[in-house]
C-alpha cells in the first residue's frame, strides 16, 4: 500500500465535525454557547471556557448537556487538550447519544490518544446517525487504511481481514454524493487495496512498505 497524503487524514477536530446537530438544547444554553465560541474566535479562551462551564452547568436536559459538552469538547480538541476533551465528548454522547457530531469528534480524539478501537466504535455511532454525510464514514475509511498500513510492518502477518474491512468503507462511501474529486481519491483508493500488496491477493515477495502514518 502506498502512502498518500489526501488518505493518511490528519484531521483538524473543528473543520471536520459535523454542523448539524439534531439536538434542540435550551435556548440560553445555545446563548451561552454561542457566546463561548464568539469568545473562542477573538482568541479570548478563559472567557470562552467559562461560557462554556456555564452552559453545562445550565443543561438541564439530555439534548442541552449534549449539545454543550460536545461543542466545549469540540473546542477543547482544537486547544490541544485531548483528554478534557475526551471527558466532554464521552459526556455528550452519554447524554444525548443521538447526535453525530460528538460521536465523530470522539472517534477523532481517540484515533489521537492512541485508542483505534475505541475510535472505530465512536466513528462507526456516527456513521450510523449520519447515514449521507461522507465525513465520518471518510474518517473511518482513513483510520482502517492506516490500521492495514501498520499491520503491513509485521512480516508475514496476514493482514487480509483489515485490507477488506478497509475496502468495506471506501466501496460505501461511492454510494454517497461526494465532490466530484474525493470520488476520484476513493476509486483510486481501492484500486489501491486490489492489488496483490494489499493482502487481497497473495504476495510472492514479503509486503510492501508500510503506509506512513
Known amino acids: 500500500m502506498r502512502s498518500s497524503s489526501w488518505i493518511v487524514v490528519a484531521c ?8 448539524q446537530h439534531p439536538a434542540e438544547p435550551a435556548p440560553d444554553v445555545r446563548g451561552e454557547v454561542r457566546d463561548a465560541e464568539t469568545a473562542e474566535k477573538a482568541r479570548q479562551h478563559d472567557v470562552a471556557r467559562t461560557k462554556y462551564e456555564r452552559a453545562i452547568t445550565d443543561a438541564k ?29 464521552e459526556a455528550s454522547v452519554a447524554a444525548y447519544p443521538n447526535d453525530p457530531a460528538p460521536w465523530h469528534d470522539l472517534g477523532v480524539v481517540r484515533e489521537h490518544e492512541g485508542d483505534s478501537p475505541g475510535a472505530i466504535i465512536a466513528l462507526d455511532h456516527a456513521v450510523a446517525l449520519a447515514k449521507t454525510d461522507w465525513r465520518p464514514r471518510l474518517a473511518i475509511a482513513a483510520l482502517r487504511w492506516k490500521l492495514a498500513g501498520h499491520c503491513f510492518k509485521q512480516p508475514g502477518r496476514d493482514c487480509s481481514h483489515e485490507v477488506a474491512a478497509t475496502k468495506a468503507e471506501y466501496e460505501a462511501m461511492l454510494q454517497l454524493d461526494l465532490p466530484e474529486r474525493l470520488r476520484t481519491k476513493v476509486s483510486w483508493a481501492l484500486d489501491q487495496l486490489a492489488l496483490p500488496r494489499a493482502g487481497t491477493a497473495p504476495a ?9 502514518p
Open 61 to 89: 436536559d439530555p439534548e442541552s448537556a449534549g449539545y454543550a459538552r460536545g461543542r466545549y469538547g469540540e473546542t477543547l480538541a482544537t486547544w490541544g487538550d485531548y483528554k478534557a476533551a475526551l471527558t466532554q465528548l
Open 204 to 212: 510472492p515477495e514479503p509486503a510492501a512498505p508500510p503506509l506512513t
Open 12 to 19: 483538524v477536530v473543528a473543520s471536520c465535525a459535523s454542523t
